[in-house]
């Protein structure tokens, strides 16, 4: 009996989405913009932790943003402190956080503060690909779902 055939990243549905991102580093910044670009998405890029509470406190952040990708090292304010001061939020976002160091008390606190997920920095961009897949698949399931059957 034969095992399961790899799964190549192209081979995935593609979901496109309006995904939020917050990273300090212009580098990094760059190369997650233009990842999730070449995917189908669309990007709007934020650079501190400030201008990220405001986009996803925003009123009509649920209908803006379907992703939010952040950065835990962000000025003004770190992606946990934003995190902690928008859990509860009705229609915020999942968040993906990047982190530097992702050990336990990470782990812990970021799901604490309700992060969807946390991803060790430096990561692969099949990695971030993948997650970020993962986080919008509810997403776009729900939508599908919700859509009655049409009689054949």
């Known amino acids: 009996m034969r095992g399961p055939l790899p799964v190549k990243l192209e081979d995935l549905p593609s979901?496109?989405?309006?995904?939020l991102i917050a990273i300090e580093d212009p580098g990094l910044r760059v190369q997650v913009e233009e990842t999730l670009r070449l995917d189908g998405h669309t990007v709007t890029a934020v650079e501190d932790g400030v201008e990220l509470l405001e986009a996803v406190s925003a009123p009509d952040a649920a209908e803006r943003i379907q992703l939010v990708v952040a950065d835990v090292a962000l000025s003004g304010?770190?992606?946990?402190?934003v995190l902690g001061m928008t859990d509860g939020q009705p229609g915020r976002p999942?968040?993906?956080?990047?982190?530097?160091?992702?050990?336990l008390a990470m782990r812990r606190a970021a799901r604490q503060f309700?992060?969807?997920s946390i991803l060790s920095k430096p990561f692969d961009v099949?990695?971030?690909r993948l997650v970020v897949g993962a986080?919008?698949?509810p997403t776009y399931r729900s939508a599908v779902a919700a859509q009655p059957l049409r009689a054949a």
């Open 15 to 19: 979901w496109r989405a309006s995904i």
């Open 77 to 81: 304010f770190t992606g946990l402190e």
């Open 94 to 103: 999942p968040m993906l956080m990047l982190a530097d160091q992702v050990d």
């Open 114 to 116: 309700g992060a969807s």
């Open 126 to 128: 099949d990695d971030l």
């Open 135 to 137: 986080l919008l698949r």
